[in-house]
């Protein structure tokens, strides 16, 4: 164990991969104390975590090959940024945090300037997704990397890829302690026999722009089937503003709420969740939340995806069953009726056998040892070397 103050650097471009990182930074702290400081760019998990961000990660946050290529000025702008900033700070480490595609270039800018510090990645690229290829050719850039899946550290040890299983942080997450209780005491003006649903449409711009309009039209036929209908909409800071701005026309009246505790509470009290594609279907999953995942881009950045990736799920639930266990709503079944239609039976049987499955997949993630403390002692051991 480093025995001096060890600096470490952080990147991370987007709600997940902060909450990930604050994770591993906390788990760090645990071990090293006073004697670690972390740099870098993240969000407001971080934050609470002692980092000041380079900048706002909301710049970071785009998904879709068109809408990347649209923003493409201010992410080479900020990566130019990030560079400068590891040059001045000179840290002993740089771990990068998921979104392989930008941080795949900022290690390779990296190795340009020379900046010779070990590089670290955290959350293996989905080559068994799409562009297997990735497997091959990320030993170019960093120096280790950290996965989540079982399945995935040989996917990459075969290359020659130093490579460790740390498990998946969702298990950590603390999603299945919230407090039905405590939630309505929060909210005295929601009736405790309310029904409510969750609803969260993501953590980028363009995910607010594609399903807001599609969410607002399956809460409002929700409520004329359940009159005592209450939404609750957990966000994060990066959006916040511009969530609560698009919600004020909605006819249903929407709660919205930042935190985790908050948005674990939400969860206990909800009757079923509608969320956009990602990591938070991990969380309703040990919450043990009925749901459906959806999400739609433009159509062309749609065609692509379907060109490209080679699996038959994206929920990560469903590619460990192997089957449809988690409803997925997306691009042309990213509709009002369609989403209705899997909720009403999600509010049946289907949610009863959903629960039961869900909890034999996440067995499945290493609910063991916290995986943050197994990604720090890497970390520590690789700074030994």
């Known amino acids: 164990m480093p025995k001096k ?10 709600s997940s991969g902060d909450l990930l990182a604050s994770r591993l930074m906390h788990a760090l702290r645990e071990k090293l ?21 380079l900048f706002d990660i909301s710049d970071l946050s785009i998904m879709g090959f068109f809408e990347v290529f649209r923003s493409l000025p201010i992410v080479l702008k900020r990566m130019n940024q990030i560079w400068d ?4 700070v000179q840290p002993d480490m740089v771990i990068t945090v998921d979104s392989w595609s930008f941080s795949q270039r900022i290690h390779a800018g990296m190795k340009k300037r020379h900046l010779t510090m070990p590089h670290i990645h955290y959350v293996a690229p989905q080559v068994w997704a799409w562009k297997a290829k990735r497997a091959k050719t990320i030993k170019k850039w960093i ?3 950290l996965v989540l899946l079982p399945f995935e550290k040989p996917l990459f040890t075969k290359h020659g890829m130093p490579c460790t299983y740390v498990g998946h942080s969702v298990i950590e997450s ?8 405590r939630f309505f005491k929060s909210h005295p003006n929601i009736d405790p026999k309310s029904f409510v649903v969750t609803v969260l449409p993501g953590s980028r711009k363009t995910e607010l722009k594609y399903l807001l309009p599609v969410f607002e039209q399956v809460v409002v036929r929700l409520k004329k089937q359940h009159p005592s209908l209450v939404v609750v909409m957990p966000t994060v800071q990066t959006v916040a503003d511009r969530l609560k701005q698009a919600v004020k026309s909605w006819k249903v009246p929407v709660v919205i709420i930042q935190g985790r505790q908050a948005r674990y509470d939400a969860f206990a009290a909800s009757r079923l969740a509608v969320a956009a594609s990602g990591t938070v279907s991990l969380e ?12 739609k881009v433009n159509k062309l950045t749609g065609c ?4 490209i990736l080679k699996i038959k799920y994206v929920n990560l639930i469903n590619i460990l069953a192997d089957k449809p266990v988690i409803p997925e709503c997306l691009q042309e079944n990213c509709t009002p009726d369609y989403i209705v239609a899997q909720v009403k039976k999600l509010l ?10 869900v909890q034999k997949e996440l067995k499945k993630l290493g609910m063991t040892t916290r995986p943050s403390q197994k990604a720090a002692q890497k970390v520590l051991e690789i700074l030994d070397e």
């Not at 900033?85 to 001045?88: L, N, Q, R």
């Not at 049946?348 to 499955?357: E, F, N, V």
């Open 284 to 295: 309703l999953a040990m919450a043990r939340v009925p749901h459906l995942i959806a999400y």
């Open 5 to 14: 103050q060890v600096k470490i650097y952080f990147i991370a471009g987007e």
């Open 85 to 88: 900033d590891i040059a001045k």
């Open 348 to 357: 049946g049987s289907a949610g009863k056998k959903q629960q039961t499955q």
């Open 33 to 53: 104390g006073s004697r670690v400081r972390f740099y870098g760019v993240g969000g407001e998990t971080m934050a609470e975590e002692g980092l000041t961000s």
């Open 174 to 181: 603390g999603a299945d302690k919230g407090q039905k209780a």
């Open 304 to 307: 692509l995806a379907r060109r």
């Open 143 to 145: 120096d280790h990397l």
